[in-house]
T-cell receptor
Framework: DAKTTQPPSMDCAEGRAANLPCNHSTISGNEYVYWYRQIHSQGPQYIIHGLKNNETNEMASLIITEDRKSSTLILPHATLRDTAVYYC????????FGKGTRLHILP | DAGVIQSPRHEVTEMGQEVTLRCKPISGHNSLFWYRQTMMRGLELLIYFNNNVPIDDSGMPEDRFSAKMPNASFSTLKIQPSEPRDSAVYFCASRLAGGPPYEQYFGPGTRLTVT
């Protein structure tokens, strides 16, 4: 697995866009970037994944830099329900969750 | 779809007792995963099945742990005998056949406390 680095915590005002960064400078050419989140007392929830191109779904957008060494998960209009730990992973043969970013949405 | 279903949601047992955790994957998903999460070690993959066949059990801590998948809609994780260090939240996850390998859908977990 490529090592990923995320800030331990972030704050975002409710209604604003939450931009969560992730560095994965050792990612190989065929490794995807996946994002999950874990809301307190719940199981991890898949959000989105990508390889090279930017991706968007009903939950979020994923912006991957051209050199693929970093990416940003964007929650366009954060709500209190988006308070969670967000994990960026680049799995090789299995998912390994690091410490992630604890996102606090401020009312 | 109801999502991945796990039972029980909470289990408290005494050291030495047998514990059985149950999982029903999402219908149509052909891969099933068992994970364990603790504060100290984070989320760890214990074992996963493809088409009901165990593929990788290298994460199973020791012989006290065993997992079965008798059919596509049911799996169990058994701990016998249980020990206090087994206390954790155990998650089951499933994946759609032919879908992205790491797009997994997790259940709500079983919180196990061994006293």
């Amino acid at each position: 697995d490529a090592k990923t680095t995320q800030p331990p915590s972030m704050d975002c005002a409710e209604g604003r866009a939450a931009n969560l960064p992730c560095n994965h400078s050792t990612i190989s050419g065929n490794e995807y970037v996946y994002w999950y989140r874990q809301i307190h007392s719940q199981g991890p929830q898949y959000i989105i994944h990508g390889l090279k191109n930017n991706e968007t779904n009903e939950m979020a957008s994923l912006i991957i830099t051209e050199d693929r060494k970093s990416s940003t998960l964007i929650l366009p209009h954060a709500t209190l329900r988006d308070t969670a730990v967000y994990y960026c992973i680049a799995p090789d043969d299995k998912i390994i969750f690091g410490k992630g970013t604890r996102l606090h949405i401020l009312p | 779809d109801a999502g991945v279903i796990q039972s029980p949601r909470h289990e408290v047992t005494e050291m030495g007792q047998e514990v059985t955790l149950r999982c029903k994957p999402i219908s149509g998903h052909n891969s099933l995963f068992w994970y364990r999460q603790t504060m100290m070690r984070g989320l760890e993959l214990l074992i996963y099945f493809n088409n009901n066949v165990p593929i990788d059990d290298s994460g199973m801590p020791e012989d006290r742990f065993s997992a079965k998948m008798p059919n596509a809609s049911f799996s169990t994780l058994k701990i016998q005998p249980s020990e206090p260090r087994d206390s954790a939240v155990y998650f089951c996850a499933s994946r759609l056949a032919g879908g992205p390998p790491y797009e997994q859908y997790f259940g709500p977990g079983t919180r196990l406390t061994v006293t």
